[in-house]
């Protein structure tokens, strides 16, 4: 069990990285609408980070052990489905709530977040998990700095979902990152506080808890790659990505128009 610790040329190439996959959310906020594909929304990212940015779409052709490799260059994971859903040519209808995950490379390094959008006018308990699980992503990094634990990430946002009556789905995790998309450690969103590997000054993982709004079971589709709620629960999710710092955390995937944190 390794965990790098990034040196600062890497952390200024990490902060490009993930300051660019955030921008690709800002940039497809407008065309989250009613009887887009994802399809649609897929070739818009990629066309975006390619031609605009210069960034290569991490999920394209990506093929990790066990998995055919990943077909799209984003995730569109609608209502029940918990997260990898693959695009379609199926289109939004009003009422749904859609994430979209986007990890980019840039000069050789990875940057990855998602957010959820609604599709018109979402249901007031669609909107409520959503929102639920922005802040219990925000709570989890909140606890970030040198010589805290990965059990106090996991503790901060498992009490605070499951006292909701929501479930926090186990089979998915934070993980560190870099060179590669998906490095040690992994970061699970629930725990025991003060408990686990402890932080230091210079790591690099992503925060990233499904949150769903009855049971935590999922199952995988025939797609081999999306995951969706076993009891056909709204699954909602959001990620960014975090450098562990002496005094606390830089979050290295916001963007000017990534939804502010909650006030607590
Ligand atoms: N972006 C996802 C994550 O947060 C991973 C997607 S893997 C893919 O870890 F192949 F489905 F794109
Ligand atoms: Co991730
Ligand atoms: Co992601």
Redesign the pocket.
């Known amino acids: 069990m390794t965990i790098s610790i990034k040196t600062s040329e890497e952390i200024a190439k990490m902060r490009i990285a993930g300051r660019l996959a955030g921008e690709v959310l800002d940039y497809i906020t407008p065309f989250v609408k009613v009887g887009i594909s994802t399809d649609e929304l897929d070739k818009l990212c990629h066309d975006y980070m390619v031609n605009v940015q210069g960034c290569i779409p991490?999920?394209l052709n990506?093929a990790?052990h066990g998995?055919a490799p990943?077909p799209?260059s984003?995730?569109t994971s609608i209502n029940h489905q918990v997260?990898?859903g693959?695009p379609g040519d199926k289109k939004l209808k009003n009422g749904d709530i859609v994430n979209l995950?986007?990890?980019t490379i840039k000069d050789g390094y990875h940057g990855?977040t998602?957010r959820m959008f609604y599709v018109g006018e979402p249901s007031i308990q669609a909107r409520r998990l959503c929102e639920s699980t922005h802040e219990a992503m925000w709570r989890g990094i909140r606890t970030v700095k040198h010589g805290s634990t990965l059990g106090d990430i996991g503790y901060a946002i498992q009490s605070f979902v499951e006292g909701l009556g929501y479930s926090v789905v186990r089979e998915?995790c934070?993980?560190g990152i870099g060179k590669k998309?998906?490095e040690e450690p992994q970061v699970l969103h629930y725990g025991k506080a003060n408990s686990g590997i402890r932080l230091e000054a210079g790591m690099i993982f992503?925060i990233?808890p499904m949150v769903n709004a009855g049971k935590a079971g999922i199952k995988q589709l025939g797609d081999g790659?999306t995951i969706v709620t076993k009891d056909h629960s709204l699954s909602a999710q959001w990620?960014h990505t975090i450098l562990v710092t002496e005094t606390g955390f830089e979050v290295l995937t916001l963007s000017a128009d990534a939804p502010p944190p909650p006030e607590l």
């Open positions: 991490a999920p990506y990790p998995h990943y799209k984003i995730c997260c990898h693959v995950d986007i990890t990855d998602s998915f934070g993980h998309f998906h992503t990233e790659w990620e």
